[in-house]
């Protein structure tokens, strides 16, 4: 139940924010997603027949049995053909998924789908709730100032959460290589084999290390999807960007709205393309509420970030003595 509260907060826990709300939406169907692809058999690796599933189908190289007999030339051109378009062309499909995403929206995907983005940023709300900083370690300028009540409750959902997230995940994510079905049984029976035991320990204790000490660290520097998706945003010239209105820069009331906003510790109003930022647009309902609905100096759109000509808008920029506050 209080687990339940907690999350109704985490939803919710700034009147107006429509944005937030849109991507709470979008994270939590996509955790969905991610639990249900093992189960429906849209995407799996099955350890014990050693078979990828695709859309409940088994995936194979397609090689008649005793290929390895056939020692010609066109046998191993054969060999060669498949190897080629069943495994490597498909995994780079796969892979070349990252960088066109980047390419065209950004890190849009980190902000508005990724579970782990999720689960750091619900990490932030307890630890906000039970320190007054989102940081275990130590207060950023950054931080939200909110006051510290029913400490004990979010304590006790903080720990909770610590037990209930990481175990549900193991099981969830153990089953993209152990048949979900087989995982069931041996929870239903308490009788797990040593692989099944492994999967979820493991995954749980990465969750536990990662959602507590790491967090948004491991977005900026360590994850490879995010940096695929980071560097090609960076040269993008159409990828989604946080804009700014630099025209209106004197209607800024220096309120800092924009700038405890933003969990990935990124500037709104230096106006820079910023690689860490993920296109979240929590700055904008910041300023929003800060300066009206649809008076705030922020907008998410495709393309160059600042409103004004590239040239204009770095003079006023620089120009700006506000904006190094
Ligand atoms: S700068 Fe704004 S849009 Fe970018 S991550 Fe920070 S809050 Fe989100
Ligand atoms: S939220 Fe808007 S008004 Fe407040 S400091 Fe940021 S840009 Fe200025």
Same mark, same amino acid.
């Given at each position: 139940?209080?687990?339940?509260?907690?999350?109704?907060?985490?939803?919710?826990?700034?009147?107006?924010?429509?944005?937030?709300?849109?991507?709470?939406?979008?994270?939590?169907?996509?955790?969905?997603?991610?639990?249900?692809?093992?189960?429906?058999?849209?995407?799996?690796?099955?350890?014990?027949?050693?078979?990828?599933?695709?859309?409940?189908?088994?995936?194979?190289?397609?090689?008649?049995?005793?290929?390895?007999?056939?020692?010609?030339?066109?046998?191993?051109? =054969?060999?060669?053909? $498949? #190897?080629?378009?069943? !495994?490597? %062309?498909?995994?780079? +499909? *796969?892979?070349?998924?990252? @960088?066109?995403?980047?390419?065209?929206?950004?890190?849009?995907?980190?902000?508005?789908?990724?579970?782990?983005?999720?689960?750091?940023?619900?990490?932030?709300?307890?630890?906000?709730?039970?320190?007054?900083?989102?940081?275990?370690?130590?207060?950023?300028?950054?931080?939200?100032?909110?006051?510290?009540?029913?400490?004990?409750?979010?304590?006790?959902?903080?720990?909770?959460?610590?037990?209930?997230?990481?175990?549900?995940?193991?099981?969830?994510?153990?089953?993209?290589?152990?048949?979900?079905?087989?995982?069931?049984?041996?929870?239903?029976?308490?009788?797990?084999?040593?692989?099944?035991?492994?999967?979820?320990?493991?995954?749980?204790?990465?969750?536990?290390?990662?959602?507590?000490?790491?967090? =948004?660290?491991?977005? $900026? #520097?360590?994850?490879? !999807?995010? %940096?695929?998706?980071? +560097? *090609?945003?960076?040269?993008? @010239?159409?990828?989604?960007?946080?804009?700014?209105?630099?025209?209106?820069?004197?209607?800024?009331?220096?309120?800092?709205?924009?700038?405890?906003?933003?969990?990935?510790?990124?500037?709104?109003?230096?106006?820079?393309?910023?690689?860490?930022?993920?296109?979240?647009?929590?700055?904008?309902?910041?300023?929003?509420?800060?300066?009206?609905?649809?008076?705030?100096?922020?907008?998410?759109?495709?393309?160059?970030?600042?409103?004004?000509?590239?040239?204009?808008?770095?003079?006023?920029?620089?120009?700006?003595?506000?904006?190094?506050?």
């Amino acid at each position: 139940m209080t687990q339940v509260i907690a999350a109704i907060h985490w939803l919710c826990y700034k009147k107006h924010m429509k944005l937030t709300g849109y991507r709470r939406t979008t994270q939590i169907l996509f955790i969905f997603f991610i639990f249900l692809m093992p189960v429906l058999n849209i995407f799996r690796y099955d350890t014990d027949t050693h078979d990828l599933i695709i859309f409940c189908n088994a995936w194979s190289l397609g090689l008649a049995p005793g290929f390895s007999a056939d020692h010609s030339s066109l046998g191993a051109f =054969h060999i060669a053909m $498949r #190897f080629i378009l069943k !495994a490597i %062309l498909p995994w780079l +499909l *796969f892979l070349s998924l990252f @960088p066109l995403l980047g390419f065209l929206t950004g890190r849009f995907f980190c902000g508005w789908f990724c579970p782990e983005g999720a689960l750091f940023e619900y990490a932030d709300f307890l630890t906000l709730k039970l320190l007054g900083r989102r940081n275990l370690f130590n207060k950023k300028p950054n931080d939200p100032v909110l006051p510290l009540h029913n400490r004990l409750r979010y304590g006790i959902i903080a720990v909770l959460s610590m037990i209930v997230i990481p175990l549900l995940n193991g099981v969830a994510l153990t089953g993209y290589l152990v048949a979900p079905k087989t995982i069931w049984n041996q929870i239903v029976t308490w009788n797990f084999t040593f692989g099944v035991k492994a999967g979820i320990i493991g995954v749980s204790l990465y969750m536990i290390i990662t959602a507590v000490f790491v967090r =948004h660290v491991l977005c $900026r #520097f360590v994850c490879a !999807a995010g %940096l695929m998706q980071m +560097l *090609f945003g960076w040269i993008s @010239p159409v990828s989604i960007r946080l804009g700014m209105d630099t025209a209106r820069i004197s209607a800024c009331t220096d309120c800092k709205g924009c700038d405890r906003a933003c969990f990935m510790n990124v500037t709104p109003r230096k106006n820079k393309r910023d690689i860490s930022c993920v296109n979240c647009g929590t700055c904008v309902e910041a300023c929003n509420e800060e300066l009206g609905m649809g008076k705030g100096l922020f907008h998410l759109g495709f393309g160059q970030g600042c409103t004004l000509p590239r040239e204009n808008c770095r003079n006023v920029v620089k120009g700006e003595s506000t904006l190094s506050a």
